[in-house]
Nanobody, 113 residues
């Protein structure tokens, strides 16, 4: 499995989407997991991080709108995105580290105005 992201799509501004990432146990268990995004013509940026103990950090641009969570039994990390804005349009990647970086394949989120 390694990292497999899903859940992207097209949504109108103000709508919601939920992204999910299934991870191999070696990448997930006891490790910090993150979501990144890359908008067209821009550099990849960190969106949210959750440690194995549940400590969470968000980019200022998504605070109060996005929620990261993890299911340690299922080895999954999710990103609930509410009140979506056109500027949230990007390819979203889940990320983990276990000896080296692991990136999911990316899932496209498009928010129309």
């Amino acid at each position: 499995v390694q990292l497999q992201a899903s859940g992207g799509g097209l949504v109108q501004a103000g709508g919601s989407l939920r992204l999910s990432c299934a991870a191999s146990r070696s990448i997930f268990s006891g490790k910090t997991m993150s979501w990144y995004r890359q908008a067209p013509g821009k550099e990849r940026e960190l969106v949210a991080t959750i440690t194995s103990g549940g400590q969470i950090n968000y980019a200022d641009s998504v605070k109060g709108r996005f929620t990261i969570s993890r299911d340690n039994a299922q080895n999954t990390v999710a990103l609930q995105m509410n009140s979506l804005k056109p500027e949230d349009t990007a390819v979203y990647y889940c990320y983990g580290w276990s000896g080296h970086e692991y990136w999911g394949q990316g899932t496209l989120v498009t928010v129309s105005s």
